[in-house]
Nanobody, 116 residues
Framework: QVEPVESGGGLVQAGGSLRLSCATS????????MGWYRQAPGKQRELVAT???????KYADSAKGRFTISRDGGKRLLYLQMNSLKPEDTAVYYC??????????WGQGTQVTVSS
């Protein structure tokens, strides 16, 4: 499994928006679930949102109503649209791919910083 590559992070003011992208490779049919996780300084990595191959989504309570996970299967891209960003959303955001064979692969992460 090839490591996914995240992009789209940056510095944004509170209330602003960012869209993260995660590029994958290989057969999309081997992918079970794709997801976004984040890790703030001094905190454990936490789930933000996941999207199954069948299209089911799951969001952390902190992300509901503000973040939207989606994919472009043809381009093997996973997105995370983040609106109404808050300073507490500041973290490194990671893309995770869970394959049907049980293996997973994590990206290197992209930094999101929200200023107050």
């Amino acid at each position: 499994q090839v490591e996914p590559v995240e992009s789209g992070g940056g510095l944004v003011q509170a209330g602003g928006s960012l869209r993260l992208s995660c590029a994958t490779s290989g057969s999309i049919f081997s992918i079970n679930t794709m997801g976004w996780y984040r890790q703030a300084p001094g905190k454990q990595r936490e789930l933000v949102a996941t999207l199954t191959r069948g299209g089911s989504t799951k969001y952390a309570d902190s992300a509901k109503g503000r973040f939207t996970i989606s994919r472009d299967g043809g381009k093997r891209l996973l997105y995370l649209q983040m609106n109404s960003l808050k300073p507490e959303d500041t973290a490194v955001y990671y893309c995770k791919i869970l394959y049907g064979n049980g293996f997973d692969s994590w990206g290197q992460g992209t930094q999101v910083t929200v200023s107050s």
